[in-house]
């Protein structure tokens, strides 16, 4: 690395792939796009991970493989303390506190700097490496945020192209493989496949994780067909709605065309909330 002091994200992926077999360069990159992590770039847009950044992304690793967290409660177990360490989480079962941030010196970046360049150096105290700011990083607001009940859950969803896997959807959403082929088998989340691999886009994603908070109650996939079926009536009720616009195929209908769909479907959302509060009423006491 000639000396340098922070890694690139292949060299991350080297370095923490023995501890967390499964991660990959697309998982890191999601963790970034949900506002988990934002390492440096350099002038030319490559990512910059010093040693806190390492660190915190261990720290979630760890959240998401010991403790099966989800992504919004490691997001707001993420504080800092006043040495730049991730706050401690709680396990679940025995209380200790696990904290993701307490390596021993060398530090990961610059113990694999100074053993790149060579034994002499790699023996060497080399303390502990920051930003240049000295400051570790904070995480960023994801690009959208939907809650999906008024104050208990937030689904983070990048809306991008499909980039992960089977196995890192899983991972990220905390269900299992299986969870996420049933998920697919009823028809509520859907892949592309790509040169023999199928990959899941972040609305996959957001489904999943709703669907992972559904399991907690020991609702199932096959339970929540109901809700493919309404969206598949509603979404045809629409079509119909925008379909005489679409026919006059010039961009201003057709943008006017996409502008309807989007208000109507921010409407029949906030109808949907209003009538099931309604139906409920008699069970929730009115709030």
């Known amino acids: 690395m000639n000396g340098r002091p922070y890694l690139s994200i292949g060299q991350v992926l080297d370095l923490l792939k023995q501890e967390f077999p499964d991660l990959t360069i697309s998982k890191i990159r999601f963790l ?17 991970f010093y040693d806190p950044d390492v660190e915190r992304l261990r720290y979630i690793l760890r959240a998401q493989q010991e403790q099966y967290l989800p992504l919004k409660v490691i997001k707001g177990r993420l504080g800092t303390d006043d040495d730049g360490e991730p706050e401690p989480v709680e396990a679940p079962s025995s209380g200790a506190r696990v904290r993701a941030a ?27 490496s920051r930003h ?19 104050d208990e859950v937030e689904v983070e ?3 991008g192209p499909a980039t992960l896997t089977i ?4 991972t990220v959403s ?22 023999g691999t199928t990959y899941y886009d972040g609305d996959c994603v957001t489904i999943a994780g709703v669907a992972a908070r559904f399991r907690s109650f020991g609702v199932e996939a096959r339970h929540l067909r109901m809700y493919r079926t309404a969206v598949e009536r509603e ?9 005489p616009m679409l026919k006059q195929r010039n961009p201003q209908a057709r943008r006017q065309a996409v502008e309807t769909l989007l208000e109507m479907s921010r409407l029949g959302s906030a109808l949907r909330d209003a009538v ?10 009115g709030s």
Not at 134 to 150: N, S, Y
Not at 235 to 243: D, H, L, M, S
Request: hydrophobic share 40%.
């Open 32 to 48: 970034e796009s949900q506002g988990l992590l934002d390492p440096e770039r350099t002038p030319s847009g490559y990512r910059k």
């Open 157 to 159: 969803s990048d809306e």
């Open 235 to 243: 979404a045809g009720f629409f079509e119909q709605v925008v379909t």
């Open 174 to 195: 905390g269900l299992t493989v299986a969870d996420i082929s049933e998920l697919e088998r009823f028809g509520l989340i859907a892949g592309k496949r790509i040169a």
């Open 102 to 128: 307490a390596p021993a010196a060398p530090t990961p970046v610059r113990a694999a700097a100074a053993a790149a360049r060579g034994p002499s150096a790699a023996a060497e105290d080399l303390g502990t």
């Open 276 to 285: 099931l509060r309604l139906a409920l009423r008699e069970y929730t006491g």
């Open 167 to 170: 196995e890192e959807i899983a």
């Open 132 to 150: 240049p700011s000295g400051v570790a990083p904070k995480a960023t607001p994801p690009a959208v945020l939907r809650a999906v009940t008024e």
